[in-house]
C-alpha cells in the first residue's frame, strides 16, 4: 500500500500537467475575449485573434476555450460591413433616382458598380434596387434622346460641320449596342460622316491643284539651266548676275537631278581690290548671323575686278536666315578678311529673288 501511494501521486501530477492550458493557447483567447461588443470598429481586433489562432499547432489548438465565439464575432461583423455597403447604396439610389439627368451617368454607373461588387447577402438588404434599374433606363433614354438632338443639328454638311459631325459621332459611340439600335436618325449620322470625307477629300484635291498650280509659277520664274552629261538641272533666279565680276551677291540656287532636289547658297564678293575673305557676319534687321570658313573654301578670281565667292549647301538654320533676309527691312553683308572688308547691302530685287527660288524650292519639292 505504501508503496503504490508514490504512483497516485505521480499519476495525478502527470494529469494534472497534461490538462494545463498552454501560454500561447491562453493569449489567443485572451484576444477572442478582448474583441468584446463587435462594431464596425472592430476589424483589427478580429484579424489579430484570427491569426493568433491559425498561428497554433493542433494540441493548443484543441485548448482553445472560445473558439465559437470567435466565429460568431466574424459574423457578426461580416453582417454589419454588408448592412453598412447596403445603406450607402440604398442612400446613393434614393440620390438619385427622382432627378435623372445626362450628368447623372457617372454617379448611376459607381452605384452600379458598388452594387455589382457587394456580396449577396448585401444585395438582399437592398430594398430598392428596382429605382436603380429604373434610374438606369431614364438614363438610357435620356442619351438616345441626346444622340437623335445632336445628329438632327447637323444639319446640311459642309465642311464646317466637321466639330458637329464629331461631337454626335463620339456620343453615339458611346451608347450600348441596344441604345445605337434605337437612334432613329443614326442612317443620316453615317450619311454625314461620308459627305464630309467627300468634302474634305474635294478640298484636299483642289489644295493640290493649287500648289501645283502656284508650283508650276514659281518655277517658271527661273532661269533654266541644264547639264546633259550630268543630267542635273540648275534652276537660278533671273537677277542672278551672269558674269562674275558684275557686282556683290547673297543668292541660293537649286539643283535637281531625277527626283533629288537640293538647295545651294552663294556668298559672292566684286571689286577693285582683294579682300581674302575668310567669314561673314548678316545683319538681318536687329538679328546677327555669323558664318566661318577656311582658307581653301573660298574661290578666288580676277579680270578687271577681282571676285571672291563661297558656294555651299545651306542648313536649316541658312535657309531660315534667307527667309528673314527675303522679308527683312535692311540686311548688311560684311565679308571680312584679317585686314579688309567690304559691306554689301542686300537690294530689294535680291530679297524678291530670294523668295522666289526658295519658293521654286519648295515647289520643286512639292510636285
Not at 162 to 188: D, G, W, Y
Not at 343 to 364: M, R
Request: charged share 30%.
Amino acid at each position: 500500500m505504501k508503496r503504490s501511494l508514490p504512483i497516485l501521486i505521480a499519476l495525478i501530477l502527470c494529469v494534472a500537467l497534461c490538462s494545463c492550458k498552454s501560454k500561447e493557447a491562453t493569449a489567443a483567447d485572451d484576444m477572442i475575449l478582448a474583441i468584446g461588443e463587435v462594431t464596425l470598429d472592430s476589424e483589427q481586433d478580429i484579424t489579430q485573434a484570427e491569426k493568433a489562432v491559425n498561428a497554433l499547432g493542433d494540441k493548443d489548438y484543441k485548448q482553445l476555450e472560445y473558439l465559437e465565439e470567435l466565429e460568431k464575432a466574424r459574423t457578426t461583423y461580416d453582417d454589419l460591413v454588408d448592412r453598412d455597403d447596403a445603406n450607402h447604396i440604398i442612400e446613393s439610389i434614393n440620390e438619385i433616382k427622382d432627378n435623372v439627368t445626362l450628368d447623372s451617368e457617372k454617379k448611376i454607373q459607381s452605384v452600379r458598380k458598388a452594387y455589382n461588387k457587394c456580396t449577396d447577402r448585401a444585395k438582399k438588404y437592398i430594398n430598392n434596387y428596382e429605382d436603380l434599374v429604373k434610374s438606369e433606363e431614364t438614363l438610357s433614354v435620356l442619351k438616345v434622346e441626346n444622340v437623335v438632338k445632336n445628329i438632327s443639328a447637323i444639319g446640311t454638311v459642309t465642311l464646317d460641320s466637321e466639330m458637329s459631325i464629331s461631337n454626335a459621332q463620339t456620343l453615339f459611340n458611346r451608347l450600348s449596342v441596344v441604345e445605337k439600335s434605337q437612334v432613329s436618325n443614326a442612317e443620316t449620322l453615317n450619311n454625314a460622316v461620308k459627305t464630309l470625307e467627300t468634302l474634305k477629300e474635294q478640298k484636299q484635291e483642289q489644295e493640290r491643284l493649287e500648289r501645283e498650280k502656284a508650283a508650276k509659277k514659281a518655277i517658271a520664274k527661273m532661269k533654266v539651266i541644264t547639264d546633259k552629261v550630268e543630267g542635273i538641272t540648275w534652276y537660278h533666279s533671273p537677277n542672278e548676275p551672269y558674269y562674275a565680276d558684275s557686282r556683290s551677291y547673297v543668292l541660293p540656287y537649286i539643283g535637281k537631278k531625277d527626283s533629288y532636289v537640293w538647295l545651294r547658297l552663294r556668298f559672292h564678293y566684286t571689286g577693285n581690290s582683294w579682300i581674302f575673305f575668310d567669314h561673314l557676319t548678316v545683319v538681318v534687321d536687329a538679328q546677327k548671323y555669323y558664318k566661318t570658313f577656311s582658307y581653301y573654301d573660298v574661290n578666288r578670281d580676277n579680270d578687271t575686278e577681282v571676285w571672291e565667292w563661297v558656294d555651299i549647301a545651306p542648313s536649316t538654320a541658312d535657309i531660315q536666315m534667307l527667309e528673314n533676309i527675303a522679308d527683312s527691312q535692311e540686311t548688311i553683308v560684311r565679308f571680312q578678311g584679317d585686314n579688309y572688308h567690304y559691306d554689301l547691302t542686300i537690294k530689294s530685287s535680291d530679297k524678291a529673288a530670294i523668295k522666289d527660288v526658295l519658293a521654286a524650292y519648295n515647289a520643286l519639292n512639292t510636285i
